[in-house]
């Protein structure tokens, strides 16, 4: 009897709580959202726990305070989407810590999870001058777990429309004045619209200075906006059909912090989603013969980079079924799993 399809339908469709990785398969879910109903940085109010499941914070141990530098989000289980320019200057980055499931900086709950920093992959065209390619990937020492407070951020492929998101938010510890700089010790949340990138660029608007690969996101009147301290961090918009979210953009930069025409800039996820895919090392494997970097990843990670939303013809019943190609790619972590325990039972 063949038992590859069965095999195959057994691995990709297992419900969330399998053993070797508690984050399920999913991506961009908020557990907890529900109790809070949806709320409304500069211009924001508190996030409550668990949110926003991915945001962290990565915190320089020799800073004041809380050591918060910037935001970043969880994408799989061990590694971070942060901003290049976060680490300009930054030195002895495995001393440094990165924060998961925390609200409020200076009392870290139970459900927080602490790491330390293996690698910084900053992107190899970035720009300090123009801000060009204003993304990097930090490898966490350990995978976290996941949990109603702590959760992955989707990235979208070509596929998504971003532009046509309507429901997004800005969240981060970042400066709550426009003035001043420094950090906030709670987690702070804000609604903002996509602007449309040819009226950013315009010119009594940014002149030219935003790239293909940016996205602008805040109000044209300003008063709403990230600043100082949240760069990183995500921008997030709720997917128009499915009740997940997409972590759209990474907090960049912007002139001043909610000044009217000078919306945040962000780099676009969707447009590094082949970059992010290489660093992590998961594209071989799905292309052609997998490396052992890349195998070694998919059995201690989850794989992101999936549509969560159920398939429309089995609404409900398989919240963890996955786009195709993250199927594929749980489907061999699995088999290679297996082949394990097999071998395990016969020395
Ligand atoms: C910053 O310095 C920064 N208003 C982040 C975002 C924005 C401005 C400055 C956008 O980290």
Not at 51 to 58: C, D, E, K, L, Y
Not at 76 to 83: D, E, F, G, I, Y
Not at 258 to 279: C, D, E, M, N
Request: with cysteine.
């Amino acid at each position: 009897m063949n038992l590859l399809p069965f095999l195959f339908l057994l691995a990709v469709c297992w419900p969330a709580h399998s053993t070797w990785d508690s984050c399920g398969g999913t991506c961009g879910l908020r557990p907890l959202a529900s109790y809070y109903g949806m709320s409304r940085v500069v211009g924001g109010t508190d996030a409550q726990p668990g949110a926003w499941p991915w945001i962290v914070s990565i915190q320089d141990p020799w800073e004041i305070g809380t050591g918060h530098v910037c935001g970043g989000s969880l994408i799989s289980p061990q590694w971070v989407l942060t901003a290049a320019h976060c680490f300009i200057e930054a030195r002895h980055i495995t001393m440094w810590r990165v924060v998961i499931g925390a609200t409020q900086l200076t009392q870290l709950g139970p459900e927080a999870q602490v790491r330390n920093i293996r690698r910084l992959l900053v992107h190899e065209h970035y720009s300090n001058i123009s801000e060009r390619n204003d993304i990097a990937l930090l490898e966490l020492d350990q995978p976290v777990q996941c949990s109603y407070y702590i959760q992955l951020a989707c990235v979208p492929d070509a596929w998504l429309r971003v532009s046509e998101l309507t429901t997004c938010y800005i969240s981060g510890w970042g400066s709550t004045t426009a003035r001043s700089g420094g950090s906030t010790d709670v987690l702070q949340e804000a609604k903002v619209r996509l602007i449309d990138v040819n009226l950013c660029n315009s010119s009594q608007w940014y002149r030219g200075a935003i790239h293909t690969h940016n996205l602008c996101a805040g109000y044209p009147q300003g008063g709403i906006d990230t600043c100082q301290g949240d760069s990183g961090g995500p921008l997030m918009c709720k997917d128009n059909t499915y009740d997940h979210f997409w972590l759209v953009g990474v907090t960049s930069w912007g002139k001043g912090c909610a000044r009217a025409k000078q919306p945040g800039v962000y780099t676009s996820t969707q447009h590094f989603y082949s970059w992010i895919l290489v660093q992590m090392g998961l594209y071989p494997a799905v292309r052609g013969t997998p490396t052992s970097r890349a195998w070694s990843h998919f059995l201690t990670a989850s794989t992101p980079f999936q549509r969560p939303g159920p398939n429309p013809t089995q609404a409900g019943r398989f919240r963890s079924c996955l786009f195709p190609l993250q199927k594929l790619v749980d489907f061999f972590a699995r088999v290679q799993e297996l082949l394990q325990v097999l071998r395990g039972k016969k020395a």
